[in-house]
Nanobody, 121 residues
Framework: QVQLVESGGGLVQPGGSLRLSCAAS????????MAWYRQAPGKERELVAV???????NYADFVKGRFTISRDNAKNTVYLQMNSLKPEDTAVYYC???????????????WGQGTQVTVSS
């Protein structure tokens, strides 16, 4: 099985920064896309950023220029550096990882447990 552990959320003032991490472990043969989503109260979950295995990235318009997604393939970890945070960035942030399971040789797609990010003065 594949497990994901997220860390790095918290309370930050507007204009501040946070760095989220999501580490995958278990029966992993290969990880393909790694992504961050977020869900604010009363709203649907939305894509924030995605990074492919080769390093190409895509961002939602509302975070371009402020957030940076990166990955460490040796550590099976994806990061989200969030700068210039705004109150509207307040949400639960979830990592999502897809890949191939080394035990079943099947594709997997797993979600992290979520980490709360609150931007408030």
């Amino acid at each position: 099985q594949v497990q994901l552990v997220e860390s790095g959320g918290g309370l930050v003032q507007p204009g501040g920064s946070l760095r989220l991490s999501c580490a995958a472990s278990g029966t992993i043969f290969r990880i393909n896309n790694m992504a961050w989503y977020r869900q604010a109260p009363g709203k649907e979950r939305e894509l924030v950023a995605v990074i492919a295995r080769g390093g190409s990235t895509n961002y939602a318009d509302f975070v371009k220029g402020r957030f940076t997604i990166s990955r460490d393939n040796a550590k099976n970890t994806v990061y989200l550096q969030m700068n210039s945070l705004k109150p509207e960035d307040t949400a639960v942030y979830y990592c999502n990882i897809s890949g191939v399971d080394s035990r079943t040789w099947r594709q997997f797609n797993h979600w992290g447990q979520g980490t709360q990010v609150t931007v408030s003065s």
